[in-house]
């Protein structure tokens, strides 16, 4: 079973790296675009004995513990197959 | 007395907090392995700067892991004397032993200065060889630095007087302009409720000799030392 853990900065809170992206995006001639926010995903692969319920329960603790940091960023959890 | 400098993999200021603690201050002082799991009869112990496991995930994330973490957990609430320096701040507030977190710097970009930073509570076993409102000039290197915290948060930082510096002109004037990262409220070191755990972004090791530039820092580890001596003699 597959897993996708996404993690991105609150909305509250600044992203410069999107920012500098979106300022470059805009150099370079693209239009249309309001605004850029960088995150990012982490692949994951589970042994094939876990239930998809006990997985979403480890991949929801495993994102608050150590994968985002609450305090910046917010998570949420995507199994492949599974109900998002 | 003895001081001892946690080494994780990526640390590169652990030698500068030895050289100050055995050579300025001359106190006994030892490196700790991460991979220690006991901190002895340590007295004080030195989180450094530098870039733990590479920064990976985030700066300080992956080191808040490491087997010694656990007692410096236990060490911290027992009331032990804990100072994270630059990186080691960013290890502290990943393990929840400080509030908030460290984010990228407003300017994206890292940097390698000398800064003014204000004191602000003289109250601590760090710093009360210092004046309330002295202008220290320390150096500060780094990427991550932009201190970020929950607006309830940074209200109890202040009513509880933890913000311990803040970033400011030569003057003493805490501005925006004289904020080098973006941290709210120009913090630059706080410490917990017990304020026997310091985090600051500023390196006071990288200044506690006038060969380096300044002296300013190492009224730090003077402070620490003597409060340690007295309680020692007790």
């Known amino acids: 079973m597959r897993a996708t853990v996404h993690v991105r900065l609150k909305k509250s809170v600044l992203d410069p790296q999107g920012q500098a992206i979106h300022h470059a995006v805009r150099t370079l001639g693209y ?28 991949l929801e603790e495993l994102a608050r513990d150590v994968l985002a940091n609450p305090v910046l960023e917010e998570y949420w959890v995507e199994i492949e197959g599974g109900t998002p | 007395m003895r001081f001892g ?17 055995s050579k300025v201050i001359g106190q006994p002082v030892d490196f700790i392995w991460h991979k ?28 808040r892991f490491s087997p010694i973490m656990g007692a410096v957990r236990e060490f911290a609430a027992r ?18 032993l400080l509030p908030g977190a460290l984010m990228r710097n407003r300017g994206r970009r890292f940097i390698c200065e000398f800064v003014h930073v204000r004191v ?23 990427g991550e630095g932009n201190y970020y915290c929950d607006p309830e948060t940074l209200a109890e930082l ?26 709210l409220d120009n913090i630059a070191g706080i410490c917990n409720r ?28 003077q ?7 007295a309680m020692t003699r007790e």
Not at chain 1, 36 to 52: A, H, N, V, Y
Not at chain 2, 36 to 61: H, K, M, N, W
């Open chain 2, 79 to 96: 009331g032990g004397f804990v100072l994270g320096i630059c990186n080691g701040f960013q290890i502290l507030c990943e393990s929840g």
């Open chain 2, 36 to 63: 220690q799991t006991s901190l002895g009869e340590y007295d004080a112990v030195i989180l450094p700067g530098g870039f733990s496991y590479g920064d990976y995930l985030r700066a300080g994330a992956l080191a």
């Open chain 2, 194 to 221: 017990g304020r026997n755990v310091l985090g600051m972004m500023p390196h006071p090791e990288r200044a506690a000799e006038e060969i380096l530039g300044s002296s300013d820092g190492r009224a730090l580890f």
């Open chain 2, 5 to 21: 400098v946690v080494v994780f993999p990526g640390s590169n200021c652990d030698h500068d907090a030895y050289h100050v603690i």
């Open chain 2, 223 to 229: 402070s620490l030392a003597l409060v340690l001596a």
């Open chain 2, 158 to 183: 202040r009513r509880e007087n933890r913000i311990v510096f803040r970033y400011c002109d030569a003057q003493g004037r805490v501005t925006e302009a004289a904020n080098p990262n973006g941290s």
């Open chain 2, 120 to 142: 602000e509570a003289t109250d601590t076993p760090f710093t009360h060889l210092y004046r309330k409102g002295q202008v220290l000039q320390l150096p500060i290197a780094h």
């Open chain 1, 31 to 58: 239009e249309g675009i309001r605004e850029i926010r960088q995150g990012k995903f982490f692949e994951i692969e589970l042994e094939d004995s876990i239930s998809p319920e006990r997985a979403r329960a480890l």
